[in-house]
């Protein structure tokens, strides 16, 4: 349990157990990696980390990976989500050990998919990732670390080398208790259809993408 200031000012409990429901082995095209789920009892996600290897060191290599089916498993070129995944994947097997927590809930920055997929239409049409969801009504970035700290904490991680390009999700996981040893980019070379997308990531989102100044600026 723990207490939080509710809009009123008045302090109020709220549950947020983050439970270990199973444990299984799950060999990938990565390499051997174990299935940890999770049951947030929370906000109702069932959530899983991939671990390879054994935790116990300081700095673990750890991706926390926001749910992008588009990306993930369709291979959209929208975003960078799925060659970022899989590059998680592949250097956490290539370490020797480390964590992929994969969050359930965070589609489009946590506004949903079929909203991702409306706010996508918009992206067409000419408005940026944040425009874009601001016109639908929506916030910018919903998404929350909670239950990734509380994941990593039940499996004994203590300090990372959190692969991200964001420094908010940084921010998050300190708040939540998990020292982050290291900030270690994730950056994936940009094609024609994600370049706009990247580069209002790092104007308007602050992401560090520093490999973007490389490429041409493409025409609006
Ligand atoms: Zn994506």
């Known amino acids: ?13 709220r549950r947020t157990d983050v439970e270990r429901i199973v444990e299984t082995p799950l060999p990938t095209v990565y390499g051997k990696f174990r299935a940890y789920g999770y049951l947030d009892h929370e906000r109702g996600d069932e959530q899983v980390a991939l671990v390879h290897g054994d935790l116990e060191a300081e700095g673990v ?5 926001s749910e ?20 998680a ?25 079929l909203a991702k997929l409306r706010a996508m239409a918009l992206q067409a049409e000419g ?3 944040v425009e874009a969801n601001l016109a639908l009504g929506l916030p910018v970035d919903a998404r929350d670390y909670g239950a990734a700290a509380r994941i990593l904490d039940d499996l ?18 300190v708040r939540h208790g998990i020292r982050v040893a290291e900030q ?6 940009p094609c024609e259809s994600n370049i706009t997308y990247l580069r209002t990531k790092r104007e308007r989102l602050d992401h560090h993408l520093p490999h973007l100044d490389a490429m041409a600026h493409a025409p609006s």
């Open 156 to 173: 004994g991680v203590r300090s990372v080398r959190l692969m991200s390009n964001n420094p908010r999700k940084r921010e998050a996981l």
């Open 127 to 129: 408005l940026d990732t």
């Open 1 to 13: 349990m723990t207490e939080k200031v509710g809009v009123l000012g008045k302090k109020t409990s």
């Open 68 to 87: 992008c089916l588009t990306g993930d498993a369709f291979g959209s070129r929208h975003c960078e989500c799925g060659a970022q995944l899989a590059t």
């Open 89 to 113: 994947l592949r250097q956490v097997a290539d370490a020797g050990s480390g964590v992929v927590v994969y969050l359930r809930g965070h589609e489009g920055r946590g506004i949903g998919l």
């Open 184 to 189: 270690v980019p994730l950056l994936i070379p």
């Open 61 to 65: 290599l750890t991706r926390l990976h």
